[in-house]
């Protein structure tokens, strides 16, 4: 059974920060692309980060661009966020997606609050 199960959400400062993780099972880790996506209620989920599968490529949203950082460890089946200069318009459910040809797999998310 794959599972994607994200951790590291909370309520932080503006101006603080948080490191998000994946820790995927179920699949051969690897091999799969991995992306950081965001959603706010009632807005359409926004890709935040992507991670190749060696991780010696990455690509971020203009939006975060400079403050987060997207990491793999293979060996631990598991993906990094590191989130600094937090602000409140980064609030969001953040989302862990895995991807390998057509197949699919996301987590369930976690929540990052940024308020003073």
Do not use: H
């Not at 599972?3 to 909370?10: A, H, I, N």
């Not at 209620?41 to 661009?65: F, Q």
Request: glycine share 10%; proline share 3%; aromatic share 10%.
């Amino acid at each position: 059974q794959v599972q994607l199960v994200e951790s590291g959400g909370g309520l932080v400062q503006p101006g603080g920060s948080l490191r998000l993780s994946c820790a995927a099972a179920g699949i051969t880790f690897s091999s799969y692309v991995v992306s950081w996506s965001r959603q706010v209620p009632g807005k359409e989920r926004e890709l935040v980060a992507t991670i190749t599968t060696s991780g010696g490529s990455t690509n971020y949203a203009d939006s975060v661009k400079g403050r987060f950082t997207i990491s793999r460890d293979n060996a631990k089946n598991t993906v990094y966020l590191q989130m600094n200069s937090l602000k409140p318009e980064d609030t969001a459910v953040y989302y862990c997606n895995a991807r390998y040809s057509w197949m699919s797999y996301w987590g369930k998310g976690t929540l990052v609050t940024v308020s003073s």
